[in-house]
């Protein structure tokens, strides 16, 4: 059975290593107000999802109450034109 309603099929689910609608529109926001420096506490496991955003790791692992931890940063400002 299809399940198309009055207003067409339901809507596609994201999968999961899909940014959603409102991580871009953060980015955006970010960038529209020169916003410069994003940080984020990484899980280690996360790691290689920030960087496919183009964060970039800013010091060792930190290790708090048992939690271990990568402080990564986001520059939001394009690069500078290569002369």
């Known amino acids: 059975m299809n399940r198309v309603g009055p207003s067409g099929p339901p809507p596609?689910?994201?999968l999961a290593?899909?940014?959603s609608p409102s991580s871009n529109a953060s980015i955006h926001a970010c960038r529209a107000r020169d916003a410069g420096r994003f940080?984020?506490?990484s899980n280690l496991n996360a790691i290689p999802?920030?960087?496919k955003f183009g964060f970039a790791?800013?010091?060792p692992v930190v290790?708090?109450?048992g939690i271990a931890f990568q402080p990564?940063?986001?520059d939001t400002r394009p690069d500078p034109p290569a002369v």
């Open 12 to 14: 596609r689910r994201r």
């Open 39 to 41: 940080p984020v506490s």
């Open 63 to 65: 290790r708090s109450h």
């Open 49 to 51: 999802v920030y960087r």
């Open 72 to 74: 990564m940063q986001w």
């Open 17 to 19: 290593h899909e940014p």
């Open 57 to 59: 790791e800013t010091g």
